[in-house]
């Protein structure tokens, strides 16, 4: 009998022991890359260490894209294995590969061109840029080759302590997760991860802009004046106050109201204005309604002041002041948030009010639970600018947000408000159903009887001063309260509005339904057909008028940003969209079935026009062109500058920004320095301490003109600021003109400056006046002896 030989059959077929050693290397290559981009910068002059936080960061993140790589990856190398044996381990080497490589090329243009690249790569195709994939991309793809290579044998052995951890995948899955709040810049990003992340969200992106014009939403600016037969304008320029009263929503307002008797001063107001009985907020959160409010501007993705980009445009703030109009922001909070600061900057608003601007004298909010105090209330406020407004500086634009009415709502007297809520609920004209929401709601309805205290005694205070008899006041919310339930989807937008003047020819109401888009064109459209204002021949409101012959006008177009990065709703007519929803809107704003499909398919059509639009104006600067901005432009910085900046700035924790900036300052490194601070102020621009240390090293550089310009600006902001004061006093001792320190005694004395650091800076200036006086007078002496 033939003998046979049963030859076993050897499984060669990898497992996650042979996989975790490609992942390692790719890990490794990943760091290597990393300290090439470092060194490179290093040495080409643009970081000052190859080593700092922005190379953790960058580690940190080569970290997450490790593992959302190697989390698909191994989905994929487990099956082809187990079709093939090797085939799952080769294309898992060969994608890694790939990857590396990707990175490895994109970190060669990056620090080329310091330019991080995303769906703009489909578009190097210049002289200058092609030479990018000629030498540097046969040296990367070599490069990449070599450390994948050497760097799989040496992390082979890693996988018994890999191996005692949690399964794999779910190690993955939370490094990646781990990453994913972490601060990015172009320095410290995956550079691949950006730009899948950009092609990914272009190509997913099908409401993009398409159209033929670079300014879609310029137009000439020929709106008509409809407002101005409301009112008995004089020769001259009428001052204008806009007051928004945080959360004010329309329950509070108007003869319809359900909740009128918590606002009776503003609801006897509005008997004596020109009311509107259908508006709406174009925003469901206070800080996106201002510059609504002042620009009629389009929302981008969070609020138009949170843009990141710089972006051209015209608003109330800037045409005013451009036609003689003294300027000013009112706002008991830190106007840093939301980036007002920013706004307001670049608007070069005459005089700002925030939290950093009241003295002693003013009582700040109660603290909330985690012992932060919103800033100072309303009525705190209203005194201030009463305190602080010069009656000579006429014509006058002031703009005031409250922020009483506003979660957590401490209220001043809190214990009184709430105990009038208490025996206003026994009234039998609230249902049953509304003195529960109202018991259950107790602070929040308080916070409304406060609120509409302050401003009624705001308006009779300006009622002693001359110019009142020439003023517009306009009082609107920023949006329904969330606090309390909404009747309907619409609800959450629904607020008041009126101009109350003694310039009205009579008390009216208004049926059109407008928003607060429309505010802008039509105080400006007012003015300019009575007064003949330098107006730019072109705007690019998002609004038109507010008032109309009828209640819907079959053009009008509201949009409804209900919260950040979220625009789900939309007015087109009488018809609503909300939130994939459609409704008809009878005369009072009731929402009622959708019976018309070609209003509804219009009505889609144009909102979906209005969100590419949206994006693509506020993300390319194309709201209008740079030639008819009023705004000041931003700052620009280099590349290079930027690299540096990202390297020692990375996350956005300014203080600690100025912090480097002093260091520097300290250190003699007065270029760096001054970058640093100009970039902290490019972000918030009311970094009081930032703006000191500027001026205080353009005069330890002898730059006493820039220093002096610097300083006064400072105590011109913060008049309540020391340090201010110190920094000019030092700038003058230094440059030789002590003559200048005694202008400053009566600024000092009227703010309440009683620092002895100041007495003593005062008393070296006059000090040194006498010794030179004396001097002087020594030398004409001695000349006249002889």
Not at 166 to 183: E, G, K, Q, R
Request: aromatic letters at 12%.
């Amino acid at each position: 009998m033939q003998a046979t030989n049963d030859i076993p059959q050897v499984d060669d077929r990898k497992t996650l022991k042979d996989f975790i050693p490609l992942v390692l290397a790719f890990f490794s290559g990943l760091i290597i890359l990393s300290i090439y981009q470092n060194l490179r910068l290093y040495f080409s002059g643009v970081l000052d260490s190859f080593l700092n936080k922005s190379f953790l960061l960058l580690v940190l993140h080569h970290t997450g894209f490790t593992a959302i790589v190697a989390l698909f990856l191994s989905f994929l190398f487990n099956y082809l294995e187990n079709r093939k044996s090797n085939l799952g381990f080769k294309t898992a080497r060969s994608l890694l590969l790939i990857f590396l490589a990707i990175e490895g090329l994109l970190i060669a243009y990056y620090v080329q061109n310091y330019e991080i690249l995303g769906v703009g790569i489909f578009g190097i195709s210049d002289s200058e840029n092609i030479r990018f994939f000629m030498l540097p991309i046969v040296l990367m793809l070599l490069l990449t080759a070599l450390i994948f290579h050497y760097t799989q044998k040496v992390t082979a052995s890693f996988y018994q302590l890999i191996s005692r951890m949690y399964p794999f995948t779910i190690i993955l899955f939370s490094l990646f997760l781990a990453t994913l709040n972490s601060d990015k810049k172009p320095i410290n990003e995956n550079k691949t991860q950006h730009l899948l992340q950009s092609v990914a969200t272009n190509l997913f992106d099908f409401n993009t802009y398409n159209g033929a014009l670079e300014y879609p939403l310029l137009r000439l600016n020929k709106q008509k004046d409809l407002l101005g037969a409301y009112f008995n304008l004089g020769t001259e320029k009428p001052n204008i106050v806009i007051l928004v009263v945080e959360g004010f929503g329309a329950d509070f307002v108007g003869d319809d109201a359900k909740f009128k008797q918590f606002a009776p001063r503003l609801n006897a107001l509005s008997k004596q204005s020109l009311f509107w009985k259908n508006f709406v907020s174009n925003t469901g959160t206070g800080f996106a309604s201002f510059p609504m409010i002042m620009g009629s501007l389009p929302f981008g993705e969070n609020g138009f002041s949170n843009i990141e980009s710089y972006t051209n445009r015209n608003t109330l703030f800037s045409i005013l002041k451009q036609n003689g109009y003294t300027t000013s922001f009112n706002y008991g909070g830190n106007s840093a948030l939301n980036r007002f600061d920013r706004f307001l900057d670049e608007e070069r608003v005459d005089f700002i009010i925030d939290k950093n601007a009241f003295g002693n004298e003013f009582q700040l909010q109660d603290k909330d639970a985690a012992g932060i105090s919103l800033g100072y209330p309303d009525d705190q406020l209203f005194k201030k600018w009463h305190a602080q407004t010069a009656i000579e500086a006429l014509p006058r634009f002031d703009v005031f947000l409250t922020l009483s009415s506003k979660n957590p709502f401490l209220i001043p007297d809190k214990e009184k408000h709430e105990a009038q809520v208490d025996s206003m609920v026994l009234k039998p004209s609230i249902s049953a159903g509304n003195k529960r929401l109202i018991n259950n709601h107790k602070e929040v309805f308080a916070s409304i009887l406060y609120a509409d205290g302050a401003v009624s005694k705001f308006i009779e205070d300006y009622k002693k001063r001359p110019e009142y008899h020439n003023t517009l006041f306009i009082i609107t919310g920023s949006h329904h309260l969330t606090d309390l339930p909404n009747e309907n989807e619409l609800g959450r937008y629904q607020v008041p509005f009126m101009i109350y003047s003694t310039l009205l020819k009579t008390p009216s109401a208004i049926r059109t339904l407008a928003s607060h888009a429309d505010i802008a064109p039509s105080l400006i459209t007012l003015l300019d057909a009575k007064y003949g204002l330098k107006t730019p021949q072109k705007v690019a409101w998002l609004g038109n008028s507010l008032v109309a012959s009828q209640t819907f006008i079959k053009t009008k177009q509201i949009p409804l940003m209900r919260d950040i990065n979220n625009i789900p709703d939309f007015i087109n007519g009488n018809t609503f969209l909300s939130a994939g929803d459609v409704y008809q809107m009878d005369e009072n704003l009731n929402l009622l079935e959708n019976t018309n499909e070609i209003e509804t398919a219009l009505a889609e059509d144009n909102f979906r026009h209005f969100k590419a639009i949206n994006a693509y104006v506020t993300s390319n600067n194309k709201l209008i062109p740079e030639s008819i901005s009023l705004v000041s432009s931003h700052v620009n910085f280099s590349k290079t500058d930027m690299i540096w900046v990202e390297s020692v700035f990375n996350g956005k924790d300014v203080d600690n920004a100025y912090s480097t900036a002093r260091r520097l300052a300290f250190d003699k490194d007065f270029e760096r320095s001054l970058l640093l601070s100009k970039y902290i102020l490019s972000q918030t621009p009311r970094h009081a301490d930032t703006e000191i240390l500027m001026g205080r090293v353009y005069s330890w550089q002898k730059d006493y003109k820039s220093s002096e310009e610097v300083l006064k600006e400072v105590i011109r902001k913060y008049p309540k600021y020391a340090d201010g004061y110190a920094a000019l006093l030092d700038t003058y001792h230094w440059a030789g003109t002590p003559e200048k320190a005694l202008d400053l005694i009566k600024i000092l004395h009227r703010n309440e400056i009683n620092a002895t650091e100041i007495a003593e800076k005062i008393k070296r200036a006059k000090k040194h006046i006498l010794k030179e006086t004396a001097l002087h007078t020594h030398t004409n002496e001695t000349h006249d002896a002889k």
